[in-house]
């Protein structure tokens, strides 16, 4: 499986999600700790445990973690991983808070979703925090609620209410 790819979509050109390089760690790690608290892991991530997470990354053939481009500059990064027959979402951070409120990661997830749903499931879930406030949002972009625990939620993309975009992929040895 080719983890090194660019996706566009055909219906919005101000958003592209590019496939994580090494150079991409230090923005990773840092937008991390700074959003630590909504998500299950809260401990500050040092370097070197960046680098490790790195490594171990790209030997997960289904693991694919994506930086959110707007006019070519990174502003956010997500992804998701399959496990068993479903794609879990995870580490759907704005990285650069003033570029929030202009759509930028609705389209961000609304494209990584329309490749899951073509090449991969139709299952497509994630697990929030309850206290992270990103569950309306997650909830506006089209997932519904589907079981409650103490401290998460699991939430699936209801493919009733998604809409898939059009997009292409780029593999980096085609550029």
Known sequence: MNKELTLTSEDFAD???RSIVATDQD???RWKNAHRFAFFYQDII???QQTQWFEGYWERPHDFMFIVLAEDAAVGCLGFRMLDSAADVYNVILGVPEMGGRGLMRKAMRLMCSYVLRDFTRDIGVKV???NPAIEWYNKIGFQE???HETYVE???DLARFQPCRF???NREQK
């Open 15 to 17: 958003v592209a999600l």
């Open 27 to 29: 923005s990773l790690r």
């Open 46 to 48: 040092t370097p070197e």
């Open 129 to 131: 925090l309850r206290a």
């Open 146 to 148: 589907t079981q409650a």
């Open 155 to 157: 939430m699936r993309l």
């Open 168 to 170: 292409r992929i780029t």
